[in-house]
Structures are given as C-alpha cells and as structure tokens.
T-cell receptor, first 114, second 116 residues
Framework: DTAVSQTPKYLVTQMGNDKSIKCEQN?????MYWYKQDSKKFLKIMFS???????INETVPNRFSPKSPDKAHLNLHINSLELGDSAVYFC?????????????FGNGTRLTVT | AQTVTQSQPEMSVQEAETVTLSCTYD???????LFWYKQPPSRQMILVIR??????QNATENRFSVNFQKAAKSFSLKISDSQLGDAAMYFC?????????????FGTGTRLTIIP
C-alpha cells in the first residue's frame, strides 16, 4: 500500500549515459514534484506537474526532462549524465489546497555518476 | 522569492529532555503554510507538524509543538521528552497558498542527535 513509490532506489552509472527514474502515487493526488537533495542535504524543487501539466520548472538544465503520462505518474529522464548530477532525487505528490494536503514523498533514488 | 533559514546546523539533547529547533522565513505573502519534516537515516521524508499562517493557535502533535510568530516570521519546533527515535535531520519548509506556486521551499536542515 505504498503511497509514493520510486524506482530504482539506487542507480550507479557512468558519465555521459542516459537514465530514467520512475515515480507513481496511489493517493489520488493531482500534483506531483521532483526534488533534488545534494550532498549537503539541501532539498530543492526541480519540477512540478498538476494534472499532467508542467506548472513549475526551476532553473534545471535541459538534460533533465520530466514526463507525466497521467496524474499518477511522473518520470524523470536525464540525458548525458554529469558528475554533478550525483544526488538523491525525491518524487512527491499532493492535492492542491496546501494545509490539508502536505507533500507526501517517495523514499528517494540515490543517483551516483562515476 | 521565499527563503527559509535554519540557523542551527546541529543540535543535541539528552534523552527525555526538551529541545527547540529554530526556523525563520522571509515572504511578502499573507497566506501560506509552514511545515516541519523529519528525515531519519533511512532518508524517508516524514511530516512532523504543519501550521496555517492565518491560524494564531500553535499546532501540536503529541510530543511535537510549534511556536509560530507571524510578525517575526519565526516557526520553531519544540520536541518534548526526546526519544532515541527522534534522531534525524529536521527540515523547516514554507509553502505558498497561491495556486501554481505550491512547491515546498526548504531550509538547510538541523541534524538532531539524541544522547542516551
């Protein structure tokens, strides 16, 4: 009965490769997010989708492309991976409305680029 | 843009004692939400407590309570009767009430150690 699930949990790859991280939520939420947590534990928003529409796109390199086939799924594809992309990536979901719907996070994907 | 500041990178407390984690934020909005999330070594992000800006009453959840001072833009977390399981990174977060800007903006976190 996992609420927000991400796969894979760990991803080790070489520079220059292309990889994807998948996220699914079964909470019926209409908004999904990708956050990046760097080595100093700082969490920063990357993207947000509401009902499959992109509503937040922070200053993220074009190599990162989110895709939302439906409101329960938000995948993250990364092209030409670089060493600086190594981080933990969190998917999250919520319902529009703030207080009564805080963000629910997946368990994160630790990406290591060598 | 909103910013969230946690000025204590690390804190420690004796088991069963009380500890307060500080958080300040900057915003020009009048309606927003504030949260405290906990991240144990398992790296899960767990919601601890939340507060609506228009509510003057401070939120409480069992051993966790907040001191919300809207004018001072301060939102501290008090943990009473600290337990070993409280050891984690604690993040303060701000969320706008405006549609289209409902992302969470996080502080840099406070690492809490519980001393047995």
């Amino acid at each position: 009965d996992t609420a927000v699930s991400q796969t894979p949990k760990y991803l080790v790859t070489q520079m220059g490769n292309d990889k994807s991280i998948k996220c699914e939520q079964n909470l019926g939420h209409d908004t999904m997010y990708w956050y990046k947590q760097d080595s100093k534990k700082f969490l920063k928003i990357m993207f947000s989708y509401n009902n499959k529409e992109l509503i937040i796109n922070e200053t993220v390199p074009n190599r990162f492309s989110p895709k939302s086939p439906d409101k329960a799924h938000l995948n993250l594809h990364i092209n030409s991976l670089e060493l600086g992309d190594s981080a933990v990536y969190f998917c999250a979901s919520s319902q529009v409305g703030g207080y009564n719907s805080p963000l629910h996070f997946g368990n994160g994907t630790r990406l290591t680029v060598t | 843009a909103q910013t969230v500041t946690q000025s204590q990178p690390e804190m420690s407390v004796q088991e069963a004692e009380t500890v307060t984690l500080s958080c300040t934020y900057d915003t020009s909005e009048s309606d927003y939400y504030l949260f405290w999330y906990k991240q144990p070594p398992s790296r899960q992000m767990i919601l601890v407590i939340r507060q609506e800006a228009y509510k003057q009453q401070n939120a409480t959840e069992n051993r966790f309570s907040v001191n919300f001072q809207k004018a001072a833009k301060s939102f501290s977390l008090k943990i009473s009767d600290s337990q070993l399981g409280d050891a984690a990174m604690y993040f303060c977060a701000y969320r706008s009430a405006n549609f289209g800007n409902e992302k969470l903006t996080f502080g840099t976190g406070t690492r809490l150690t519980i001393i047995p």
